[in-house]
């Protein structure tokens, strides 16, 4: 999964997309306002986080044109203006959640993660498909009882193919969901996190189709 | 123009001018009626008396007595003329020497005389012992314009005189009218000196709006610079504690120790709640801008829909009752955070249900109630005491409330805390007194 996080405080920022990082999300970031707006209307990011005192473009500026363009991207508004009055503005402007800072990371990730849970309509609990069950929080993957560490791309591969089941998902695709803007990108990547997901879920669960992509989940 | 001294002097001097002018030519064009007038009345006995100068004898012979009649119509040209056709017979003035008398159709008329004289004419007919008598007089007309010329002349310098006079006592009268406006220039001039802290309000009716409002304002402004100097000293002074106690961990234990972690932790949470309780209170406005009304009922709905978001794993419904078109003499910002601390509280609390009811009262007084577990009557008394004592708040916890608490008490009004009857959770009641006349009567 892949989400923006658009502050303008460098050691902020940095922390935020560490935590993230951590807690398997891909993570691209910004500090000005202008550049959001463009990431946010490119990019099919699954959250946003976004600060209100912006360079460049206003915060709540940026979400009021992302919602007139019809962006749906769910946003967490993280400001200092934590008064009733900024956050009734903040709502109306189209925010999903909003968070005054001082804020706890953990309370921060665990509310985007119900928000992404919210907007792809599941509700709480651990993500289960046919006896392999992913907990997002120790990131490992419990396959009929035995229980495997992952990797940080094999993570979020596995959730990007879990949370799709059923569907078939690109290597682009895939790509966008495990990979940052930054990140290096080899042609032959994703086969290979492929192949070490499917000794550790089995190779039935994740079957390939040939110029289309992967498909998570054994008919 | 924008000066008030110059409008009205300007003005008035403006219409006098307008006036007397009216009058003088009102006078040149009535003036000359009026002499007319009584010419004509003269020249009407000139025609009797020449009527009485005539003579007819028994055989029908007509003489005219010439010494009867003024020496006038002797002089050659005097501007006096008169025929007399009296059967076949007719008499000319001498005046007019050898020149014609003007023929006439009408019994008052306007003609030319000899060498080109303007006439008034007077013609009158009479029958005497049977014998037609036509009597015209004549006079010239061209004297009159003279004198009503000169009575122009006259009435426009004595109006001139009148002018100047009344222009003189309009300026001290303008001048004597705009002296309030000095003094309240004086004042605002020791206001900024900080000799004085508002501006009298010794001034004429019309103006006493505009000064009322101009030291709401002031007093609005003086309270708030008065509220923010508090808050950051109160501020500042809290502070030294925590970091205090921060600087001694890092010093004594090292940051390794979990000791250590959560006592800084500790401290960081007091000085957050410190600083969104002091600060908070040094926002506020404490009362609403001259005139400004909060239209509650949106207000308090926008509010809602904010809060319910921002508890949107809980599923809380957020009911408010606000009467129909109730608004409230408040700022704006301060009734949103009163009431967005007072629903959050709530909506952490509830299990399903929270109701906000504003009553139909003058003035506010509103319940915000949830369906949650509520507060045991013993530590009712501990939250309501919370919100007296920054060093007393317990970190994180009633803040929200404590802050709804600072937002009552500027306007004057309270915050208690109950149980909710219809709902069994807990219940917060916010009374605000009306602010004097400005509240609806409704």
Known sequence: ????????????????????????????????????????????????ILDLGLPGKPGLDVLRAWRKRGNTTPVIVL????????????????????????????????????????????????????????????????VNGTVHRLTGVEFRLLRALMLNRGRVLSKERLE???????????????????????????????????????????? | ???????????????????????????????????????????????????????????????????????VFSRPFSGHYFRVVAGPSEFLSRSLWDEGFPDTKHPIQRARGPRGQPLLVVTRSYTRRGVQVVISVG????????????????????????????????RAIVGYTLKPLKRVRADLEALERGQATR?????????????????????????????????????AHALKTPLSVIRQTTENDGLDSAGARAEIVGQVERITGLVERELGRARLAGQARPGE???????????????????????????????KGKDCGADREDLLELFGNLLDNACKWATARVRLTVEEVPGMQVRVEDD????????????????????????????????????????????????SEELGGFLARVTIPPVGETEPTA
């Open chain 2, 199 to 235: 501006v009298t309000e010794q001034v004429p009716d019309e103006m006493v709006p505009l000064v009322a409002g101009f030291n709401q304002l002031l007093d609005s402004l003086q309270r708030r610079v008065g509220r923010s100097r508090t808050a950051m000293g109160n501020l």
């Open chain 1, 1 to 48: 999964m892949r989400v923006l996080v658009v502050e303008d405080d460098e050691s902020l920022r940095s922390q935020l997309s560490d935590a993230l990082s951590k807690s398997g999300y891909a993570v691209d970031g910004t500090g000005n306002g202008e550049s959001a707006e463009i990431y946010g209307n490119q990019f099919p990011y699954d959250a946003v």
């Open chain 2, 1 to 71: 123009m924008n000066s008030l001294k110059a409008r009205l002097s300007w003005g008035l001097s403006a219409s006098l001018v307008v006036l007397f002018a009216l009058q003088f030519v009102v006078i040149g064009l009535m003036a000359p009626a009026i002499y007319e007038d009584r010419m004509v009345e003269r020249l009407e006995h000139d025609a009797e008396a020449l009527l009485g100068a005539l003579r007819i004898g028994p055989l029908g012979g007509v003489t005219l007595g010439l010494r009867q009649v003024g020496p």
């Open chain 2, 372 to 419: 949650g577990p509520g507060c045991p009557d013993e530590e009712l008394k501990n939250i309501a005491r919370r919100g007296v004592r920054l060093d007393e708040a317990a970190p994180g916890h009633g803040l929200g409330l404590a802050i709804a608490g600072d937002v009552a008490d500027s306007y004057g009004g309270t915050l208690t805390f109950g149980r």
């Open chain 2, 139 to 170: 006079e010239d007309l061209s004297h009159v314009s003279h004198a009503v010329r000169a009575m122009q002349v006259q009435v426009g310098l004595i109006s001139l005189g009148f002018l100047s006079l009344l222009v003189v006592l309009q």
């Open chain 1, 79 to 142: 400001t200092a203006r934590g008064q009733w009055h900024e956050k009734v503005d903040g709502f109306d402007a189209g925010a999903d959640d909003y968070l005054s800072k001082p804020f706890y990371m953990k309370e921060l990730i665990a509310r985007m993660g119900a928000l992404i849970r919210r907007s792809q309509g599941r509700t709480q609990g651990p993500l289960a498909v046919e006896g392999v069950e992913l907990d997002e929080e120790t990131q490992q993957v419990t």
């Open chain 2, 293 to 323: 009304r909060v239209d509650l009922e949106r207000e308090l709905t926008a509010l809602a829909r904010a809060v319910s978001a921002a508890h949107r794993e809980r599923e809380v419904t957020i009911d408010v009752r606000v009467p």
């Open chain 1, 176 to 219: 966008e969901h495990v990979y940052d803007l930054d990140a290096e990108r080899g042609s032959n990547v994703i086969e290979v996190y492929i192949k070490r997901l499917r000794d550790k879920v089995g190779k039935e669960m994740i079957q390939t189709r040939r110029g289309q992509g992967y498909v998570f989940g054994g008919q």
